[in-house]
């Protein structure tokens, strides 16, 4: 794995870090740490008396302002800085104004958190980074060569100590350059809430998604409702009439008879199909009805004990109404239980599912059981699940997800 | 007896069919409509003596066509209902029989047409006030049941499900090779044994029916 931060560079191989670019690139960052963090001071006490003169002249949010100001080059340049010792770069998480013009800037800018953080970085910054990175610098090449210089036949053990920490400097350096690194990621990437317009973006397309899923389903079975199925019932029914015509025993009728076999096998074919695809009973009555109906013609018995305190959103319901079948189906085929049960509650805002079954047990939730795509279905819901099935069972199957009544 | 039928059905092809079907046995199609307002409409201007119905219809495509059966039977006391439909579901039978009592209602699915001398037996049936169940809601449900009919033994417990499915007595003793004797004897134990109300045979029938379903 490629290292990506300097800390992370440290942690290889001695060699490989050591011939690496990471411990010159740690010095540029210490470096120039030194050189901005004067600049900032600089910079800082200019704003700040700048900020104070023109409070007498234009009274209001100027001082604040400035200073705010020059926190604010403070910490671009820090980001830019910083990718000498962390390659993943930091977005900016300060947010467009809300209107074009200074005023508005400055009031959007104002109102940040991320503001206000840039600015306490800025006074650490000034009031102890940067003496730091002059510390660790001075330390680390400074005594070696004032113990050199000093060098005689009686303090030759201070030229070995000096020797012994330039050797070590590259990793002085680079602990310093991560540790700084570290803090400045703390104070300047975005919080989630900043990121928030995108996650939410991601989200909304998960849905989407799923969605468009469930839409193709209702399209598909829709179509084979008002088409194949109504063909099938009008040939059976044509079938019907044709048998009245033809005299009992005759070669015809067994044909006829065998004809209305094959059909009554496609109508049964169909039938399944269409359940799996999108159960009418569960667009017209709700999860409690379809989990009902689905359990009555279920192999085995299943006891249902679903409370909710009405119609799930619409989405919900469809994935819930999945996520049973789906478990339902696994105890059917593969656990040997003589007894399943569904239960599932709705406690403030959490939609609360447990299957369970008495079967035996040995679920492998990640051995491709079905379970793992119901998990995603549930996870793009804000959901999650979670799987106990111990050899020897029983199984319990936990889901909870969010869920709000409109 | 000719009957008077209004046929409720989005498909065209098929509400063409029944409607010659029920024809060609000599009942009148009074009115042969497309969605659930017009089938409302139509019984609301010329009850007939049966609606055969989809569940499945306009205006919303969700079970319109059972909803309209059901307040029709609220409305016109007892109007003699069959419905239709692509699926077996359990809710959708029990949300029809358990209207006005459950007489003189049929649930099918759509497959039976084909089985044309049953399913004209069936509309009689419905039609005369008996309670006409779909062998596959019968089969399902007779899967599982346990328990309220525990006290039934086997050989009535079939005779149940066959009487809920709408066969006649003589059918029945056919249908199990026993004489119709032994059918009234079993018939007689069922009632006694799920402390039915002695009324008439008929809804004693569809009581013991609705029962079975129930339980």
Redesign the interface.
Known sequence: MHPKTAWQAMAQRPLSFLTSSWPWRSLAYLAGGVVVGAAAVLVFATGLVAGLVLLVVLVGVAPLAGVVLSSMAVATVERYRLRLVDLDSLPNPHREPEAPGLRSWVATRLKEQVTWRELMFTLVSAAALWWLDLLVLCFSFGVPVLTFEAADGDTWPWAVFGAVVLLASPYTVTSWAGARAALARTFLAPRDEELGEELKEVRASQVRLLDSFDAERVRIE?DL??GA??????L??????M??DVPEGSPLAERLTEA?GQ??TA?KEL?SL??GLNP??L???GLV?AI??YA???PI?VTVDLQLPGRLPRQLETTMYYVINEAMTNIARHSGAAHAAVRGRYHSDLLVLDISDDGKGGVDPEAGSGLTGLADRLKALGGRMRVSSPAGGPTLLHVEVPCHFA | MPLRVIVAEDAVLLREGLVGLLQRFGHETVAAVGDADALVEAVRKDPPDLVVTDVRMPPSNGDDGLRAAVDLREVHKGLPVLVLSQYVERSYAMRLLDSCGGAGVGYLLKERIGAVADFMAAVDRVAAGGAVVDPEVIHQLVRLRQDPLERLSGREKEVLSLMAQGHSNANLASQLFISEAAVNKHIGNIFNKLDLPVDTDGHRRVLAVLAFLRA
């Open positions: 829709r409702h008002d199925q109504q063909r099938l019932v009008s059976g029914m044509t079938l019907g009439l048998r009245l209305e059909l009554a109508h039938r269409i359940r009418p009973v667009a017209d009555h009805a009902q109906d009555s013609r279920f018995p």
